[in-house]
């Protein structure tokens, strides 16, 4: 299959039409179908069925469409890059937890182009298991996660401590205590990143759902903002990273830290293992580790 057949399938998805999608692309009606029997015949399942409504995707569709999606990333990724290296840029792409960059600020990556304007910063805002799944097939040349990290794979640099932190609306008992203990989540709605994020999944589960202690799950999302005004609305308990809280915080909303002062987890500057990096890539790292050497990376203590 190629980058052709994919777009063209996704958009047939999208519109659920032979003709419509045709007309988007500027192709007849027979050479779209030409493609999309191409490419059933190579996947050896069907992706689409006539019926009154139009084109109905079948399972087998619905599942690959993210898959697909995440393909014509990557190939737009790579176009991006060409297109930059052959202005004679070089290019660092880095995947890191979302807002993160958000949190280390403009300044820090404002002063890295004034110092090395011959580079240009790619940033990705995902998932932990994103990042580290893209580092590992050669997507990224960096990733910025939370640890614990696979050292058999990876080399990882410390970066700075991040604390869970607990955004609660005022009107919430809870936000009178100074510290929280997991035990004081009982019949509490709990809201965040969700289970796409290994950091939020591995702590509901192993501190609240293991232990026991019942908790409403009403939402999940990585949507700072919407976990701000569901805060706001008084819907539940942001629990998240305090590198992606202090930004978004509205006026009727409080922060408290559990009662652990263990209870976080070490970001990471992560790369492969047994790879040598670009010029680009040891320039970029080295600005990075010069500035945590400098403290200027995080207003949180470890």
Known sequence: MN?????????VYQSRNIQAAADKLYISHQGLSRVLRSLEEELGAELFI????????????????????????????IQGVHTLMSKEK????VYALDHLFGYLGAKLVTEFHLHHPEITLSILDTTDEYALESLSSGRCDFAIVNGPIDNTRFNASKLFYSRYCLRINKSNPL??????????FRGQSIIGKGRAYHCFRTNIDRHLFEAGIKVDVPIETPDEELL????????????????????????NTVLRYLDDTEAGHQIYLVERNNTLPTKAGRVFKSFLLAKKEMGQLSGFST
């Open 3 to 11: 980058q052709k057949q994919l777009s063209y399938f996704l958009e």
């Open 50 to 77: 006539r019926s009154n409504r139009g084109l109905e995707p079948t399972d087998f569709a619905k599942t690959l469409v993210p898959h697909v999606q995440r393909l014509l990333d990557d190939y737009a990724t």
């Open 90 to 93: 070089a290019v660092v792409s």
């Open 175 to 184: 936000a009178d205590k100074k510290q929280l203990h997991f035990e004081d």
């Open 228 to 251: 701000m005004e569901l805060v706001e609305r008084n819907v539940g308990i942001a629990a998240t990273y305090d590198f992606s809280a202090v930004g978004h915080c509205g006026p």
